[in-house]
């Protein structure tokens, strides 16, 4: 079974700084897919930013990128220039494609202050 | 693109009464859609697999007969919540799996907040 671990429950940034959100997972598949979400307040899921497992290239969406290290099994989530906007809950998930459901991690609250 | 769309967005009915939650792709065709339950500050759980055409796939513990999913179309996917109590209150939220390249993602709704009296 797959599992996502989201170590960090709660994180803080000031606006216009960089913050790194972490993501470990398990699992003995060798091909599968990573993504982001965002829910913010309005509770309204939003891809953030996804990865092939088979890419070595770190995928990256405009201030949003990822540092995937497949050997480690690490995913974080690096948010650049940090907007009041971005203040939302962020979950970590992992898909196998195949199997093609999400197994989510616990969550990391963003705050963003001012 | 991948607009997913739900509704209604709030409901709340009296105990033993039905609740249908309809979610819709409305840019895209999705042969599966999923339906997931969220606790406050928690986070989803799958309930179901919606597969259209066929009969939905559900997780350990959820109950089939109470939560029925009918998947009509590739575009249109329902959760009825049958004889509602109380315990059913809680966010509800449908996914729909869209192909973009190799790659499967899931779109979500914005949700169904359910609230039983």
């Known amino acids: 079974a797959q599992t996502v671990t989201q170590s960090q429950p709660e994180m803080s940034v000031q606006e216009a700084e960089t913050v790194t959100l972490s993501c470990t997972y398990d699992?003995?598949?060798?091909?599968?897919?990573l993504f982001w979400y965002k829910q913010p307040p309005s509770r309204q899921m939003i891809l953030v930013i996804r990865q092939e497992a088979y890419k070595q290239q770190n995928a990256t969406e405009n201030r949003f990128s990822v540092n995937f290290q497949k050997a480690a099994k690490s995913f974080s989530l690096k948010i650049s220039d940090s907007q009041l906007g971005d203040a939302a809950m962020y979950f970590c998930?992992?898909?196998?494609?195949?199997?093609?459901?999400?197994?989510f991690g616990t969550g990391t609250r963003l705050q963003v202050t001012l | 693109g991948a607009v997913v769309s739900q509704h209604p967005s709030r409901v709340i009915c009296k105990s033993g009464t039905s609740v249908k939650i309809e979610c819709r792709s409305l840019?895209?065709?999705?042969?599966?859609m999923f339906w997931y339950r969220q606790f406050p500050k928690k986070s989803l759980m799958l309930m179901a697999t919606s597969n259209e055409g066929s009969k939905a796939t559900y997780e350990q513990g959820v109950e089939k007969d109470k939560f029925l999913i009918n998947h009509a179309s590739l575009t249109l996917s329902t959760l009825t919540v049958t004889s509602a109590h109380p315990e059913d209150s809680s966010f509800y939220i449908c996914?729909?799996?869209?192909?973009?390249?190799?790659?499967?993602?899931?779109?979500f709704g914005p949700g169904t907040r359910l609230t039983v009296l």
């Open positions: 699992t003995s598949e060798s091909d599968y897919y």
């Open positions: 996914s729909a799996r869209g192909h973009w390249g190799r790659t499967d993602t899931q779109y």
């Open positions: 998930a992992f898909d196998t494609g195949t199997a093609s459901k999400l197994t």
């Open positions: 840019d895209f065709q999705a042969t599966t």
